[in-house]
Antibody, heavy 120, light 109 residues
Framework: QVQLQESGPGLVKPSETLSLTCTFS??????????WGWIRQPPGKGLEWIAS???????IYNPSFKSRVSMSADTSNNQFSLHLNSVTVADTAVYYC????????????WGQGTLVTVSS | EVVLTQSPGTLSLSPGERATLSCRAS???????LAWYQQKPGQAPRLLIY???TRATGIPDRFSGSGSGTDFILTINRLEPEDFAVYYC??????????FGQGTKLEIK
């Protein structure tokens, strides 16, 4: 059973960089041609896809975030990370990591989510 | 960007009834690339349906999906108490970005 767990600071100051890590188990980032993504949900609102990375390091970014976002993967530790810079209060949200089997696949496994608040 | 519009925003039904949720795309998408998710309060979304009509692993057969082009439907037969939640559609045909609908809240009447 694939399990994903988000980790990172729950509070980030405006203009700083939000950095989150997703650690997963039950699969290997370098064995299968999977993609790993980040989706966020502001309080009381809907879902927004941010970015995804393949096990080979190919990244896909939502153009709405492209100038502020980057992803990286640590294959040796089954982890991938999200970095979102120049955050504002509008970036306050629950951030989920999730797996999708290919670039054209749905998100089949999700982490429980982590709330990140942007506030001074 | 493909915009997905879900309707209704809120649907009030009783256990045992049938729910019909709609997802309309701003332009035609391949039915192979449309999914439905269920989200309960405080939980992550759960994949219900992918490729418009294929149930994900472990999803009861009272959930079914249909549609093509720009119009897609999620049907839930014989509503159970645990089915009351928010439902999202998502397209992964044309990206970036992968987009979600704004959600339909299914509440107990």
């Amino acid at each position: 059973q694939v399990q994903l767990q988000e980790s990172g600071p729950g509070l980030v100051k405006p203009s700083e960089t939000l950095s989150l890590t997703c650690t997963f188990s039950g699969d290997s980032i370098s064995v299968n041609n999977y993609y790993w993504g980040w989706i966020r949900q502001p309080p009381g609102k809907g879902l927004e896809w941010i970015a995804s990375i393949s096990d080979g390091g190919t990244t896909i970014y939502n153009p709405s975030f492209k100038s502020r976002v980057s992803m990286s993967a640590d294959t040796s530790n089954n982890q991938f990370s999200l970095h979102l810079n120049s955050v504002t209060v509008a970036d306050t949200a629950v951030y989920y990591c999730a797996r999708h089997r290919s670039s054209r696949s749905p998100f089949d496994y999700w982490g429980q989510g982590t709330l990140v608040t942007v506030s001074s | 960007e493909v915009v997905l519009t879900q309707s209704p925003g809120t649907l009030s039904l009783s256990p045992g009834e049938r729910a019909t949720l709609s997802c309309r795309a701003s332009r035609s998408i391949s039915s192979s690339y449309l999914a439905w998710y269920q989200q309960k309060p405080g939980q992550a979304p759960r994949l219900l349906i992918y490729a418009a009509s294929t149930r994900a692993t472990g999803i009861p057969d009272r959930f079914s999906g249909s549609g093509s082009g720009t119009d897609f439907i999620l049907t839930i037969n014989r509503l159970e108490p645990e089915d009351f939640a928010v439902y999202y559609c998502q397209q992964y045909s044309t990206f970036p970005p992968k987009t979600f609908g704004q959600g339909t809240k299914l509440e107990i009447k």
